[in-house]
């Protein structure tokens, strides 16, 4: 019988190291640990200028993401697959952030004062409002790379506005408003070279923050200089502004305003808008099928952010000084008060888990984040922080407005 041929034992020999280095290479692939991102979320440290990345599920801290600069007003939204999340400084920077490697990506100083931003329908660009210069940039969301420059100049005399209350609308749009001149601007991106901008004057005076519906068809702009709102119909925006809420707190002293209230959070509930009044320590109740006010709702102080539990039974609130120790919870079946929580001092921002079970409150004062359970009103976990502020879930990646 003939012996083995050495060229078949050769062939045999690099099949054999093949699969070797094949099995080796499938154990590899076994090892890597695959992550959602559907209970991330992040938690700003306004004093430091770093977030943490966290997990809502297992209720714990997974990374730190500093040298992100001064935070002190910082909010931030999301990539549609829930990878990125883009965070604006107060000192004009924009940071993207992999939360699932836990790492900074990019960075860009924008500008020099800014208030906020919003990515679009489609998830392809950012837009970020600034004080300073005023107006709003739009950035690639994949490079960061400046695609529009929108200087908000009003009046006879060109002078450059603040922009507040920054929104995505349906339609690759942005809204926002014009702080020192009293306008409501549309901005249509869908030629980022070439922003097709509608704008809408005179809506009232300093107009500081602004909202937009869930479904993205009303936008709603506050007004600090005189009562009233301003609102506008983005299915006819044709139509123009209306102003509504005119008689509101019409006779009545007015209390020194402590912090103006944050409008992202108001609440739109079974056919009612759940508002902070301005300078007031009531919650006011809008019926949404006429814009006008339906009632009111005596708080503790004067209200921040007024946020419905996702279900919508439930509204958590919170307040400026002197009473930021507190939250109060109104049901919307009554139209009362039935719960009040003291966190401890410096209640900054709640934000619900994305079917509403809990609610994690950041508390800046006592350098921690609570997380309750929204049935009971326990605490259920506390993480520390250092000076924490907003709190931003993956969930709002999917939500228009936010």
């Not at 993205?216 to 600090?224: M, P, R, V």
Request: include cysteine.
């Amino acid at each position: 019988m003939a012996g083995p041929d050495s060229t078949q034992q050769g062939g045999k020999t690099m099949i054999f190291l093949r699969i070797i280095a094949l099995c080796a290479a499938v154990g590899a692939c076994a090892s890597v640990e695959y992550k959602g991102s559907g209970d991330l979320g992040v938690i700003i440290e306004r004093a430091v200028g770093s977030v943490l990345i966290v997990n809502t599920t297992t209720r714990s801290k997974i990374a730190r993401v500093e040298g992100l600069g001064d935070l002190s007003h910082a909010s931030a939204v999301y990539s549609r697959d829930e990878h990125y999340v883009y965070v604006f400084g107060r000192d004009g920077g924009l940071s993207k952030i992999d939360i699932l490697a836990g790492k900074l990506v990019n960075r860009v100083v924008q500008g020099d004062n800014a208030i906020g931003g919003a990515v679009s329908q489609d998830g392809r660009l950012i837009a970020v409002s600034n004080y300073t210069p005023g107006g709003v940039r739009v950035f690639d969301a994949e490079t960061l790379k400046m695609v529009a420059d929108i200087p908000a100049v009003y009046g006879t005399e060109g002078k450059a506005s603040k922009t507040v209350g920054l929104v995505d609308a349906p339609g690759r749009r942005f809204v926002f408003t014009l702080y020192d001149g009293g306008e409501i601007w549309l901005a249509d991106l869908n030629d980022p070279a070439k922003p097709v901008i509608t704008k809408y004057k005179d809506i009232g005076s300093l107009p500081y923050d602004a909202l937009i519906t869930p479904g993205g068809h009303y936008y709603i702009a506050g007004l600090f200089g005189e009562d009233g709102m301003a609102l506008l119909d983005l299915w006819k925006p044709e139509a123009g502004v209306t102003r509504i809420l005119g008689d509101y707190g019409k006779g009545s002293e007015k209390l020194p305003v402590y912090k103006m209230p944050h409008l992202e959070g108001w609440a739109v509930v079974d056919g009612k808008a759940f508002v902070p009044a301005v300078g007031r320590n009531e919650v006011l109740i809008i019926d949404t099928a006429t814009w006008k006010q339906a009632g009111s709702i005596p708080v503790h102080g004067q209200p921040i952010f007024v946020a419905a539990r996702p279900d919508g039974r439930h509204i958590w609130v919170n307040f400026a000084l002197p009473n930021n120790d507190v939250i109060q919870i109104i049901d919307v079946a009554t139209n009362s008060v039935v719960k009040e929580l003291t966190p401890g001092k410096g209640v900054l921002h709640m934000e619900f888990t994305p079917r509403g079970e809990e609610v994690w409150v950041s508390v800046r004062d006592i350098d921690r984040v609570l997380v309750y359970d929204t049935a009971d009103f326990h605490v259920v976990k506390e993480l520390p922080a250092d000076k924490p502020s907003g709190i931003f879930f993956t969930s709002r990646a999917h939500r228009i407005g936010l």
